[in-house]
């Protein structure tokens, strides 16, 4: 009974945690989420698939269908925004608790490891900073990794010896919504698929598969079968590539990632970034180099710290290749291909297998030293192992102070968040008033945006990830930030003082200078100068 009392304070601990930081200061921070929930709003008033914020309504073919589908039902329930990002928000806690529950229920079976050990790891993957805020953003991190762990728990079951034709079903079902929720989700399922197949054999696999077989007819259905609905994008002088792959970053990532990665030459660069971030991300959920100072020493006790749960990892393997080891083995394919280096949010899935191979070596070393410490070992061991144990628990120690770190950052990233929305909303009040309901909106919360005043919206320039190792293309890139603004003859732009932090480059010079030199006139100033809209020339809008 204490054990599911202990289980129960750890999910209302979360829940406090996630609502603590007011989920409406975070969103349209990322982006992805006042997408998916603009989307689920054109769903739930029977608009279809689309992107609403984007000029043409395009169909929204970037992301699979589900996460916005169950966000439509928000809509349908209360559709007054801003009130209902409370709602959703309960929605992704809800999957939050799965998340922790299946993390139980992986420590205690594919772990194999015992109550108090479970209710830690548990508490620390629930509890973890980077779970707590993609539980408080409208982001599919949360939801997926349920998805994803529940379906290698039951592929676990179902390959174990009492494994059972429904644990396989189960486990199917499960992944089809995964990758129905990301893409990246169908080599996680193709893993599970490979492993039940190798253990169990042609029968059991072809019930994983008739599971997850619905959900891929309808990720197809939506994303190949039926066609885009939007306008092709128009020549703006002599930045029609930045203008296109501006467009193509809405209307289809595919294609964005083949003119970003293959035609711009960066696709090894690529792979060697988010190859050395795999190799460290493992030691930075336990320690993270931006909370500690100094970062340097974080670093390096980060990256030992991966060489541990890589350890323990492939000591948790010899024992018997599990429908987790082929899944993560997959899953790391598309990750390492990919444009956007977000290694820290891909692994979230990964986070109680992570956690699980770190407590194994620390466990193993930690017998080493009781072992070499015993009154029959040999004397000059001794010294070792008791610098081996201050270490370890230093290393401990630090991951508790960057945890408490990481929480109290995240409360202050709130505070900082909630004070600039208020004077962003001025600026929506302002637009809802001064601008026709049919003109279109520069801004780098473009979708946000558009919830807050039904105006359609567009970043001004999306700075691809190859111009991070190309400095010519970045070059182009900022000098043709007006080129969305020309090509929709867009005639106001948002400008935020936050509004630089998650792009590289010297956009806000470009954008201020482009405002002193005369292109831009300002119309509007938010009460404590942090917002401003600036009224484009009549020239600059041909």
């Given amino acids: 009974m204490t054990i599911w009392v202990v289980l129960a304070c750890v999910v209302a601990l979360y829940a406090i945690s ?7 200061v975070f969103f349209g921070l990322l982006e992805d989420d006042s997408i998916y929930f603009s989307s689920a709003k054109a769903l739930a008033e029977g608009h279809g698939y689309v992107l609403p914020s984007v000029p043409g309504l395009p169909a929204a073919t970037k992301y699979p269908i589900l ?49 108090p050990e479970t209710l830690f790891l548990t508490a620390f993957c629930g509890l973890h900073p980077i779970v707590v805020i993609h539980s408080a953003n409208l982001l599919t991190e949360i939801p997926f990794a349920a998805l994803t762990l529940w379906a290698a ?85 002599g930045c029609a590539r ?9 209307t289809s990532y595919l294609s964005f990632w083949k003119a970003d990665a293959i035609q711009g030459h960066a696709l090894w660069s690529m792979m060697k970034q988010n190859l050395m971030l795999l190799s460290v991300q493992p030691g930075i959920y336990f320690l993270n180099p931006q909370v500690l100072k100094p970062s340097g020493p974080a670093i390096i006790a980060a990256l030992l710290l991966s060489v541990g749960v890589w350890k323990g990892l492939i000591a948790h393997a010899k024992g018997k290749l ?14 390492i291909l990919w444009d956007y280096p977000l290694v820290e949010r891909f692994l979230i899935p990964f986070l109680p297998f992570i956690v699980l191979g770190l407590w194994l070596e620390v466990t193993r070393l930690f017998g080493l030293i009781k072992r070499s410490m015993a009154n029959s070992a040999p004397r000059d061991q001794k010294p070792a192992a008791v610098f081996l144990a201050f270490a370890l628990v230093g290393l401990m120690l630090f991951t508790g102070r960057s945890f408490q770190l990481g929480l109290k950052e995240l409360i202050e990233n709130s505070k900082i968040r909630g004070r600039m929305l208020g004077e962003k909303e001025e600026a929506y009040g302002w637009l809802r008033q001064h601008m026709g309901s049919e003109e279109t909106v520069i801004a780098y919360e473009d979708a946000s945006l558009f919830l807050y005043t039904g105006r359609q919206s567009f970043r001004p320039v999306i700075l691809s990830p190859a111009g991070a190792f190309h400095a010519e293309q970045r070059q182009k890139e900022l000098e043709c930030i007006t080129a969305s603004a020309i090509a929709l003859r867009a005639r106001y732009w948002v400008i935020s003082d936050d509004d630089y932090g998650m792009e590289p480059g010297r956009v806000e010079q470009f954008v201020r ?22 009224e484009a020339e009549t020239a600059d809008r041909r």
Avoid: C
């Fill in 242 to 250: 930045v203008w296109q792959m501006n467009w193509l970053y809405y």
């Fill in 18 to 24: 996630v609502m603590r930081l007011k989920p409406k």
């Fill in 513 to 534: 200078a482009n405002k002193s030199g005369g292109s831009f006139h300002e119309v509007f100033l938010s009460e404590h100068h942090k917002v401003s809209v600036l």
């Fill in 153 to 237: 728990v039951m592929a676990s079951k179902a390959v174990s010896a009492e494994g059972t034709a429904h644990a396989s079903m189960i486990s199917g079902m499960l992944s089809g919504a995964a990758f129905l929720t990301r893409l990246v989700g169908l080599p996680f399922a193709a893993g599970l698929y490979l492993a039940i197949l190798w253990r169990k054999g042609w029968r059991k696999s072809l019930i994983f598969a008739g599971g997850a077989l619905p959900f891929l007819g309808v990720l197809v259905w939506t994303a190949v079968v039926k066609p885009p609905s939007h306008a092709p994008p128009l020549s703006v002088s």
């Fill in 67 to 115: 996460y916005p589908w169950i966000l439509s039902w928000v809509w349908r329930l209360d559709a007054s925004f801003p009130a209902n990002i409370k709602d959703a928000a309960v929605v992704n806690i809800t999957f939050g608790f799965a998340f922790i529950l299946g993390a139980f229920v992986f420590f205690k079976g594919i772990g194999r490891l015992g109550d």
């Fill in 322 to 335: 599990g429908p987790i080891h082929f899944a993560l083995a997959l899953y790391l394919i598309p990750v």
